[in-house]
């Protein structure tokens, strides 16, 4: 469920019209909703109600300051990626003590950061990782908190480049190698083994395959907690969202309409599937879920062009462009598009909708069936909140979106529109060229 409501004719995210929005501050503009996440939040930790459960928001989902604080200010720890994702937790007065630090390539600038900053733990992918984090954590005079990942092998029915629990991919180490990776582990001087860890992949509509991951490493988990006296398991995150119904998901009667077993996947599902089999473990549970915390609680709002009618099609050239949303250039993948003004006297129209970037890539749907409108007239782009933004580019020198919180009937610029000065700032004519 979501915050994003026609309230007449007119689209709002909460109690604030996204056409003021778009004429205040332009488009493309990216629009969250506060109300939308801290719901999110608040279901995921209800769902989990029994479990000694710690939600650590997956931050690379939309790292915006605005939204960590507001994360934080729930009660949230960041699962993090990098040394920038460090500094911005800190940036957004949030506490790196309460967030883990995951990813394949942490460089050794990176792990000081991160130990100086009191790190929960460390989730290490590798072997020559730990021999990485001991050295560091020796240099610093401190031990390093770690937690091994494990791939479990199990296929997450997602997108090739979501899935993150297969063998064949990068991530983890295969449960079968896990017991000598702890072995390794625990003679290194300058760690601490405090948990361990798992990620299957990203958009998981159904709870199976977390089960089954679940079942197949629980028994491990067991292990480790009797041998080593580990005091977590971490979970992932991946819990995936609704795209193609998205603006009618924001009603509880669409879920209720859904056959039980078409129902995408939701955070009461997963908790009443996993709380019974991870309470027995009597261990801390982490969550790392980026995509369920903030994917519905967005949109990308855009300006109408064009409407450019051609023989046998149509398009809606729009002032979006795969640089500001690259997920369906990406990934294949859908967005629904919505006019800001619904009116029912208006034809409908079948067109592609696309940006005005050069290549024929940056398109967003095909053949979409949509109210007519043209230009300057708005449209929103729905489940725009996670990877949206944090995927952005500026190919084409165009500039970084904007972005807006909404809170009830109030909203303020949370990032503003990246400048043509801002973007060229840092490059430079060599003399040779002078
Ligand atoms: C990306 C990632 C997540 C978050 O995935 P979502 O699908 O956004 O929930 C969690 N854990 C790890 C290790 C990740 O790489």
């Not at 599902?269 to 969550?287: N, R």
């Not at 109210?371 to 165009?398: C, D, I, K, P």
């Amino acid at each position: 469920m979501h915050h994003f409501h026609y309230t007449g004719h007119d689209l709002h995210c909460e109690s604030v019209d996204l056409a003021a929005v778009a004429k205040l501050y332009g488009t493309p503009t990216y629009v969250y909703s506060a109300a939308t996440m801290e719901e999110n939040y608040r279901r995921l930790q209800k769902g989990l109600a029994g479990l000694d459960a710690q939600l650590c928001y997956a931050m690379k989902a939309n790292s915006n300051l605005a939204i960590l604080r507001h994360f934080a200010n729930l009660g949230s720890g960041f699962d993090l990626v990098s040394g920038g994702e460090i500094r911005r937790v800190l940036a957004a007065g949030a506490d790196v003590k309460r967030s883990v630090f995951a990813g394949v390539g942490k460089t050794e600038a990176e792990i000081k950061l991160a130990l100086e900053n009191e790190i929960f733990a460390f989730h290490v992918e590798s072997e020559p990782e730990l021999a990485r984090i001991n050295h560091v954590a020796g240099t610093c005079g401190v031990k390093a908190p770690i937690a091994i990942r494990i791939n479990p092998d199990v296929d997450a029915h997602t997108h090739a480049k979501i899935t993150t629990g297969k063998s064949d991919n990068k991530f983890g180490i295969p449960l079968k190698h896990a017991a000598a990776a702890y072995e390794a582990a625990v003679k290194y001087p300058h760690l601490t083994i405090k948990g361990v860890q798992m990620h299957i992949g990203s958009q998981l509509t159904s709870v199976e395959p977390f089960v089954e991951a679940v079942q197949k490493v629980s028994p491990f988990v067991a292990e480790l907690k009797k041998k080593y006296g580990i005091t977590y398991f971490s979970i992932g995150g991946g819990m995936g969202i609704v795209y193609r119904d998205a603006l009618a998901s924001g009603d509880q009667a669409w879920w209720d309409a859904q056959p039980a077993d078409q129902r995408p996947l939701t955070p009461e599902t997963y908790g009443a599937a996993l709380v019974p089999l991870l309470k027995p473990l009597g261990l801390k549970i982490l969550l790392e879920h980026g995509r369920f915390m903030v994917g519905n609680a967005g949109v990308l709002l855009a300006r109408v062009e064009h409407l450019k009618r051609g023989a046998g099609k149509n398009f809606l050239v729009v002032d979006a462009a795969m640089n500001d949303l690259v997920r369906p250039a990406m990934y294949e993948s859908f967005h629904e598009i919505v006019p800001l003004h619904r009116d029912s006297s208006r034809r409908a129209l079948t067109a592609d909708v696309v940006g005005p970037i050069c290549e024929s890539g940056d398109c967003f749907a095909k053949d979409r069936q949509i109210q007519e409108v043209g230009e300057g007239e708005h449209l929103g782009f729905m489940s725009a909140g996670a990877y949206g933004y944090a995927m952005a580019s500026r190919y084409n020198t165009r500039g970084m979106a904007a972005e807006v919180l909404v809170k009830g009937s109030t909203f303020e610029l949370i990032n503003a529109r990246e400048s043509f000065e801002h973007m060229v700032s840092g490059e430079r004519i060599p003399a040779f060229l002078k």
